[in-house]
């Protein structure tokens, strides 16, 4: 790798050349990830595209008048001092604050670059460019703040995040539910079966365990091949069967943990307090989240689980 104050005026042009013709690349690849969902926002960075390809070209017109029509291939990876970029590809689905804070920070790089560029510039035309550009790259730096503005303005901003919301729901909060509930209630009847049966804490711990990561399995394959996304807009299958399995297994674990505790009598009572615990945060997420009156919510969650609960201790008693 290059250092900069090793590089040439010509290079120097070059590389600029170089990091308007990737920012451009990049704002399109933002504005393709976020057209679907919003809409509003894919306009403005298909703006700031536009804006980054008018750069390129009078950089390239200065450049050609002065050293010609070979430009050395020299990108940012070849100069020490860039901060390296993930690419957009690799970050998908592309969250809107994701977006913003990738590009001020994208832009407040490329406007330092112009800056310690035109220090460099012995012709006064192209230093004049160079300054030119870092303070319109400085107005690019409040893209984020500019974007809210503008959707605030118009409304779109509240529809944004009322899509975001959606989105959340949708991929996040609905297989991470199912998960909780499947793991915290069909958990139940094995653990307090085995713990009434045996009056073991050692013995009830095991089975939970057990119960819980098979159900985190279970739960986490079943919701990764119900369906890809595609159609729904749920989101990438195998990380909702992650989120999915993953609390499937907390939501067992939870009551299966206190009996690692010797004493059957205490472990057994802070179990059922914990079952409690989580059956009211079933109930708060039903409400908060899949607007599920909380009365309603409660009583379906809690009727369920103390079924399952009698249940196994039912079982275990016999």
Same mark, same amino acid.
């Given at each position: ?44 960075? +298909? &703006?700031?595209? /536009?804006?980054? *390809?008018? =750069?390129?070209? $009078? ?5 050609? @008048? !002065?050293?010609? %029509? ?52 012995s012709d006064v035309s192209t ?9 319109? +790259? &400085?107005?690019? /730096?409040?893209? *984020?703040? =500019?974007?809210? $503005? ?5 409304? @779109? !901003?509240?529809? %944004? ?22 793991g915290s209630v069909s958990t ?14 050692l013995d009830a711990f095991r ?32 990380? $909702? ?78």
């Amino acid at each position: 790798m290059r250092t900069f104050d090793s590089l040439s005026e010509r290079e120097i042009l070059a590389l600029a050349i170089s990091l308007e013709e990737q920012d451009g690349r990049i704002y399109g690849d933002f504005a393709d990830g976020v057209r679907e969902h919003y809409p509003s926002t894919a306009e403005a960075l +298909e &703006r700031m595209r /536009e804006e980054e *390809a008018g =750069h390129r070209d $009078r950089l390239l017109g200065i450049y050609r @008048q !002065r050293f010609g %029509e070979h430009i050395p291939m020299i990108s940012r990876e070849h100069v020490r001092g860039f901060i390296a970029r993930r690419p957009v590809w690799l970050i998908r689905p592309l969250g809107l604050d994701q977006v913003r804070k990738q590009a001020a920070a994208m832009e407040a790089e490329t406007r330092q670059y112009y800056l310690k560029a035109a220090q460099r510039a012995s012709d006064v035309s192209t230093r004049q460019l160079l300054n030119d550009l870092a303070d319109e +790259e &400085r107005k690019h /730096e409040s893209l *984020a703040e =500019h974007l809210e $503005r503008e959707q605030e303005a118009t409304g @779109q !901003r509240e529809a %944004e995040e009322k899509t975001q919301r959606r989105l959340f729901v949708l991929q996040v909060v609905q297989p991470g539910l199912a998960g909780l509930m499947d793991g915290s209630v069909s958990t139940l009847a094995p653990v307090f079966a085995a713990a009434f049966a045996t009056h073991n804490s050692l013995d009830a711990f095991r089975v939970g365990l057990a119960a819980s990561i098979g159900a985190g399995i279970s739960m986490g394959f079943a919701e990764a091949l119900s369906d890809d996304g595609a159609l729904t807009g749920r989101g990438h299958p195998w990380i $909702r069967g992650v989120v999915c399995g993953l609390m499937a297994t907390l939501g067992g674990v939870g009551h299966t943990l206190p009996y690692l505790i010797r004493s059957f009598g205490t472990a057994t009572t802070i179990a059922v307090m914990i079952v409690f615990v989580e059956l009211a945060a079933i109930s708060w997420i039903r409400k908060h989240y899949m607007d599920t009156p909380l009365l309603s919510a409660a009583f379906q969650v809690v009727v369920g689980g103390l079924l399952v609960f009698l249940t196994g201790i039912l079982i275990g008693s016999a």
